[in-house]
């Protein structure tokens, strides 16, 4: 069995609770402009059961886990990170795959890559989160009356 010796700090060293908070009030603000619904997930690695698993894959299965298919406009956006990695993976839900091409997250993806190779976490997540309502907020209009349904909170596993 190899051991990894990480001389990297761990999610939970670099995510404290005041950024994650400041992630999820920018989750809040970015989400006024759309009506689609966005959640980060940021875990340390794969789980045991994961390990040949496409990370499309992954994120679907965290996908389900958090109930995002479950909103009324199939609306939901997860951005999954696999911090050990340095590995990002955008999935929308079916009402935004039929308007938006799964190749159009290329560049929320290269944002987060740039930032995290200088440990500019945070700050390349808010970026990332930006970039996202970018690309949704023409085809997913933020009307007055749209009440989110899922929580802004980051889960952080």
Do not use: C
Request: glycine share 6%; net charge negative.
């Amino acid at each position: 069995m190899e051991t990894h010796v990480h001389p990297h700090k761990q999610v939970k060293d670099i995510f404290t609770k005041p950024v994650l908070d400041k992630i999820a009030a920018t989750i809040a603000d970015v989400e006024k402009g759309t009506s689609a619904e966005i959640r980060v997930s940021i875990r340390e690695e794969r789980d045991h059961d994961e390990a040949g698993l496409p990370l499309e894959e992954i994120a679907k299965r965290e996908f389900l886990k958090l109930g995002m298919d479950k909103t009324n406009g199939r609306n939901g956006i997860l951005l999954l990170i696999l911090f050990e990695e340095h590995k990002f993976y955008v999935f929308g839900d079916e009402g935004i795959h039929k308007r938006v091409h799964p190749e159009t997250w290329k560049d929320v993806a290269e944002t987060l890559q740039e930032h995290f190779k200088h440990a500019h976490y945070e700050e390349g997540i808010r970026d990332a989160l930006k970039k996202i309502v970018a690309h949704v907020h023409t085809k997913f209009a933020a009307n007055g009356n749209s009440t989110h349904e899922l929580s802004h909170e980051v889960v952080v596993g």
